[in-house]
Protein backbone atom coordinates (compact mmCIF):
# COMPACT_ATOMS: atom_id res chain seq x y z
CA UNK A 1 0.00 0.00 0.00
CA UNK A 2 2.62 2.47 0.70
CA UNK A 3 5.75 3.40 -1.09
CA UNK A 4 8.34 5.42 0.67
CA UNK A 5 10.87 8.20 -0.30
CA UNK A 6 13.33 9.54 2.66
CA UNK A 7 14.23 13.18 1.85
CA UNK A 8 16.07 14.46 4.86
CA UNK A 9 19.47 14.62 3.68
CA UNK A 10 21.47 12.98 0.15
CA UNK A 11 19.82 9.64 1.22
CA UNK A 12 16.84 8.33 -0.40
CA UNK A 13 15.39 5.04 0.81
CA UNK A 14 12.68 3.62 -1.42
CA UNK A 15 10.63 0.30 -0.64
CA UNK A 16 7.50 -0.90 -0.89
CA UNK A 17 5.68 -1.55 -4.47
CA UNK A 18 5.00 1.75 -6.29
CA UNK A 19 1.26 2.65 -6.33
CA UNK A 20 -0.87 4.77 -8.83
CA UNK A 21 0.36 2.31 -11.70
CA UNK A 22 -3.41 1.63 -11.95
CA UNK A 23 -4.47 5.35 -12.47
CA UNK A 24 -5.85 5.47 -8.30
CA UNK A 25 -5.76 9.02 -7.23
CA UNK A 26 -1.91 10.19 -6.96
CA UNK A 27 -1.55 10.78 -2.69
CA UNK A 28 1.83 11.89 -1.53
CA UNK A 29 2.51 12.51 2.67
CA UNK A 30 5.39 14.49 3.41
CA UNK A 31 5.80 12.57 6.86
CA UNK A 32 8.43 14.07 9.86
CA UNK A 33 9.40 11.45 12.29
CA UNK A 34 7.58 11.88 15.40
CA UNK A 35 5.02 14.15 14.20
CA UNK A 36 1.61 14.47 13.77
CA UNK A 37 1.88 13.63 10.38
CA UNK A 38 1.25 10.14 11.59
CA UNK A 39 -2.24 10.43 12.43
CA UNK A 40 -2.36 11.35 7.99
CA UNK A 41 -0.84 7.96 7.42
CA UNK A 42 -3.48 6.08 9.55
CA UNK A 43 -6.27 7.53 8.07
CA UNK A 44 -5.11 6.46 4.83
CA UNK A 45 -4.78 3.10 5.85
CA UNK A 46 -8.06 2.92 7.60
CA UNK A 47 -9.63 4.68 3.84
CA UNK A 48 -7.74 1.50 2.26
CA UNK A 49 -6.39 3.99 -0.09
CA UNK A 50 -2.62 4.13 -1.66
CA UNK A 51 -0.32 6.57 -0.35
CA UNK A 52 3.21 7.57 -1.11
CA UNK A 53 5.72 8.43 1.77
CA UNK A 54 7.83 10.99 1.53
CA UNK A 55 9.97 10.63 5.05
CA UNK A 56 11.85 13.64 6.93
CA UNK A 57 14.10 13.79 10.10
CA UNK A 58 13.88 16.18 12.54
CA UNK A 59 17.01 17.88 13.66
CA UNK A 60 18.38 15.48 16.62
CA UNK A 61 18.74 18.82 18.68
CA UNK A 62 16.37 21.87 16.97
CA UNK A 63 13.93 18.85 16.66
CA UNK A 64 12.97 20.85 13.84
CA UNK A 65 11.71 20.03 10.78
CA UNK A 66 14.59 19.99 8.33
CA UNK A 67 14.33 22.91 5.37
CA UNK A 68 13.92 20.21 2.19
CA UNK A 69 10.34 20.65 4.12
CA UNK A 70 10.37 24.34 2.80
CA UNK A 71 10.48 23.17 -0.95
CA UNK A 72 6.83 21.66 -0.43
CA UNK A 73 5.07 24.20 1.92
CA UNK A 74 6.43 27.86 2.64
CA UNK A 75 5.56 26.40 6.80
CA UNK A 76 8.16 23.59 6.67
CA UNK A 77 5.39 21.65 9.01
CA UNK A 78 4.22 18.37 8.62
CA UNK A 79 1.98 17.13 7.99
CA UNK A 80 1.85 18.43 3.99
CA UNK A 81 -0.02 16.27 1.28
CA UNK A 82 0.10 16.63 -1.91
CA UNK A 83 -3.37 15.43 -3.32
CA UNK A 84 -3.32 15.44 -7.21
CA UNK A 85 -0.96 17.73 -7.24
CA UNK A 86 -2.48 20.47 -4.82
CA UNK A 87 -0.67 21.12 -1.76
CA UNK A 88 -2.75 20.88 1.89
CA UNK A 89 -1.56 21.88 5.05
CA UNK A 90 -3.22 21.47 8.92
CA UNK A 91 -3.56 18.38 9.98
CA UNK A 92 -7.07 19.44 10.82
CA UNK A 93 -7.83 20.60 7.08
CA UNK A 94 -6.15 17.17 5.81
CA UNK A 95 -8.13 15.02 7.60
CA UNK A 96 -11.60 16.66 6.72
CA UNK A 97 -10.31 16.84 3.16
CA UNK A 98 -9.48 13.43 2.65
CA UNK A 99 -12.56 12.09 4.74
CA UNK A 100 -15.06 13.89 2.27
CA UNK A 101 -12.93 13.14 -1.07
CA UNK A 102 -12.96 9.06 0.48
CA UNK A 103 -15.14 8.24 2.97
CA UNK A 104 -17.97 8.30 0.26
CA UNK A 105 -19.85 5.81 2.23
CA UNK A 106 -19.22 7.40 5.33
CA UNK A 107 -17.53 4.64 7.24
CA UNK A 108 -15.23 7.08 9.07
CA UNK A 109 -17.24 10.54 9.45
CA UNK A 110 -21.01 11.04 10.15
CA UNK A 111 -23.30 11.96 6.80
CA UNK A 112 -23.63 15.66 6.52
CA UNK A 113 -26.10 17.94 8.52
CA UNK A 114 -29.04 17.56 9.16
CA UNK A 115 -29.25 13.92 9.23
CA UNK A 116 -27.08 13.31 12.41
CA UNK A 117 -26.92 16.87 13.72
CA UNK A 118 -25.31 15.55 16.97
CA UNK A 119 -23.12 13.37 15.78
CA UNK A 120 -22.04 15.30 13.02
CA UNK A 121 -21.34 18.42 15.14
CA UNK A 122 -19.43 16.55 17.88
CA UNK A 123 -17.26 15.36 14.92
CA UNK A 124 -16.57 18.53 13.49
CA UNK A 125 -15.84 19.93 17.03
CA UNK A 126 -13.07 17.54 18.46
CA UNK A 127 -11.67 17.62 14.41
CA UNK A 128 -11.11 21.66 15.17
CA UNK A 129 -10.70 21.32 19.46
CA UNK A 130 -7.11 18.93 18.77
CA UNK A 131 -5.37 21.80 17.42
CA UNK A 132 -7.15 25.19 18.30
CA UNK A 133 -7.04 24.10 22.01
CA UNK A 134 -5.97 20.99 23.32
CA UNK A 135 -2.29 21.30 21.41
CA UNK A 136 -1.70 24.92 22.63
CA UNK A 137 -1.21 24.31 26.58
CA UNK A 138 0.76 20.52 25.74
CA UNK A 139 3.66 22.70 23.27
CA UNK A 140 3.78 25.21 25.95
CA UNK A 141 4.23 22.16 28.48
CA UNK A 142 7.25 20.45 26.19
CA UNK A 143 8.57 24.41 25.87
CA UNK A 144 8.61 24.79 29.81
CA UNK A 145 10.02 21.41 30.14
CA UNK A 146 12.78 22.25 27.82
CA UNK A 147 13.64 25.60 29.53
CA UNK A 148 14.06 23.42 32.88
CA UNK A 149 16.38 21.40 31.22
CA UNK A 150 18.36 23.65 29.35
CA UNK A 151 21.70 23.37 29.82
CA UNK A 152 22.31 27.30 31.21
CA UNK A 153 25.07 28.85 33.23
CA UNK A 154 24.62 27.43 36.81
CA UNK A 155 23.43 31.02 38.17
CA UNK A 156 21.05 31.47 35.81
CA UNK A 157 19.45 27.74 36.01
CA UNK A 158 17.53 28.79 39.69
CA UNK A 159 15.83 31.97 37.59
CA UNK A 160 14.85 29.81 34.73
CA UNK A 161 13.44 27.26 36.40
CA UNK A 162 11.57 29.42 38.59
CA UNK A 163 10.17 30.90 35.80
CA UNK A 164 9.23 27.98 34.14
CA UNK A 165 8.09 26.14 36.97
CA UNK A 166 5.42 29.49 38.15
CA UNK A 167 4.25 29.88 34.76
CA UNK A 168 3.32 25.76 35.03
CA UNK A 169 1.85 26.13 38.24
CA UNK A 170 -0.03 29.64 37.92
CA UNK A 171 -1.04 28.93 34.14
CA UNK A 172 -0.30 25.97 31.86
CA UNK A 173 -1.01 23.22 34.52
CA UNK A 174 -4.99 24.77 35.73
CA UNK A 175 -5.63 24.66 31.22
CA UNK A 176 -4.17 21.06 31.27
CA UNK A 177 -6.69 20.14 34.22
CA UNK A 178 -9.72 22.19 32.31
CA UNK A 179 -9.08 20.41 29.03
CA UNK A 180 -7.87 17.00 29.91
CA UNK A 181 -11.26 16.72 32.21
CA UNK A 182 -13.31 18.13 29.63
CA UNK A 183 -12.13 15.32 27.23
CA UNK A 184 -11.92 12.65 29.63
CA UNK A 185 -15.85 13.53 30.93
CA UNK A 186 -16.49 13.17 27.25
CA UNK A 187 -15.08 9.72 27.51
CA UNK A 188 -16.86 9.16 29.93
CA UNK A 189 -20.26 9.51 27.66
CA UNK A 190 -19.57 8.00 24.61
CA UNK A 191 -16.43 6.01 23.74
CA UNK A 192 -15.63 7.62 20.76
CA UNK A 193 -15.42 11.66 20.17
CA UNK A 194 -18.69 11.38 17.95
CA UNK A 195 -20.24 8.69 19.75
CA UNK A 196 -20.71 5.17 19.17
CA UNK A 197 -18.55 4.93 16.81
CA UNK A 198 -15.03 5.30 15.66
CA UNK A 199 -14.40 8.29 13.21
CA UNK A 200 -12.07 10.62 11.74
CA UNK A 201 -12.17 12.63 14.72
CA UNK A 202 -10.64 10.10 17.03
CA UNK A 203 -7.57 10.21 14.35
CA UNK A 204 -7.52 13.96 14.92
CA UNK A 205 -8.05 13.80 18.61
CA UNK A 206 -5.15 10.99 18.80
CA UNK A 207 -2.16 13.12 18.36
CA UNK A 208 -3.13 15.22 21.47
CA UNK A 209 -3.99 12.65 23.77
CA UNK A 210 -1.10 10.69 22.96
CA UNK A 211 1.09 14.09 24.11
CA UNK A 212 -0.66 14.37 26.84
CA UNK A 213 0.13 10.92 28.01
CA UNK A 214 4.03 11.62 28.00
CA UNK A 215 3.94 15.60 29.03
CA UNK A 216 1.20 15.81 31.22
CA UNK A 217 0.98 12.18 32.79
CA UNK A 218 -0.71 13.37 36.01
CA UNK A 219 -3.79 15.06 34.20
CA UNK A 220 -4.61 11.80 31.92
CA UNK A 221 -7.74 9.54 33.55
CA UNK A 222 -8.35 6.27 33.10
CA UNK A 223 -10.65 7.30 30.04
CA UNK A 224 -8.37 9.15 28.20
CA UNK A 225 -5.47 5.79 28.93
CA UNK A 226 -8.67 3.55 27.42
CA UNK A 227 -9.01 5.44 24.15
CA UNK A 228 -5.23 5.03 23.17
CA UNK A 229 -5.17 1.90 24.10
CA UNK A 230 -7.95 0.86 21.97
CA UNK A 231 -6.77 3.29 19.17
CA UNK A 232 -3.09 2.26 19.23
CA UNK A 233 -4.57 -2.02 18.83
CA UNK A 234 -6.40 -0.85 15.23
CA UNK A 235 -4.54 -2.69 12.94
CA UNK A 236 -4.41 0.27 10.47
CA UNK A 237 -2.90 2.48 13.07
CA UNK A 238 -0.13 -0.39 13.32
CA UNK A 239 0.32 -0.45 9.48
CA UNK A 240 0.53 3.12 9.10
CA UNK A 241 3.85 3.14 12.15
CA UNK A 242 5.22 0.82 9.90
CA UNK A 243 4.77 3.23 7.41
CA UNK A 244 5.55 6.43 8.94
CA UNK A 245 8.79 5.13 11.08
CA UNK A 246 9.72 6.15 14.04
CA UNK A 247 6.80 7.51 16.72
CA UNK A 248 7.68 8.50 20.03
CA UNK A 249 6.68 11.83 21.66
CA UNK A 250 8.59 13.95 23.23
CA UNK A 251 7.82 14.50 27.29
N1 LIG B 1 -1.37 22.91 13.40
C1 LIG B 1 -0.45 22.31 12.47
C2 LIG B 1 0.87 22.12 13.20
C3 LIG B 1 1.99 21.65 12.30
C4 LIG B 1 3.27 21.43 13.10
O1 LIG B 1 3.66 22.22 13.95
N2 LIG B 1 3.93 20.29 12.83
C5 LIG B 1 5.12 19.93 13.57
C6 LIG B 1 5.20 18.42 13.66
S1 LIG B 1 4.30 17.73 14.99
C7 LIG B 1 6.39 20.34 12.81
O2 LIG B 1 6.41 20.28 11.61
N3 LIG B 1 7.44 20.64 13.58
C8 LIG B 1 8.75 20.88 13.05
C9 LIG B 1 9.09 22.33 12.89
O3 LIG B 1 8.33 23.19 13.34
O4 LIG B 1 10.15 22.60 12.30
C10 LIG B 1 -1.05 20.99 11.98
O5 LIG B 1 -1.88 20.43 12.68
O6 LIG B 1 -0.72 20.55 10.88
Given at each position: MTHGTFRAEAAVVEHGRTP????TTMIKVHHLNNSRSQRVLWLLEELGQPYEVIRYERD????LAPRALRDVH??????VVELDGQVLVESGAIVETLAERFDTAFALSPP????DASERIRYRTWLHYAEGSLMPPLLLALVLGRIRSAPVPFFVRPVARGIADRTMTAFVGPQLATHLGHVENALGQHPWFAGDRFTAADIQMSFPLEAALARAPDHVGPNIRAFVGRIQARAAYQRALAAGGPYALAG
Open positions: FTDGAKTMPLGKSPPLPQ
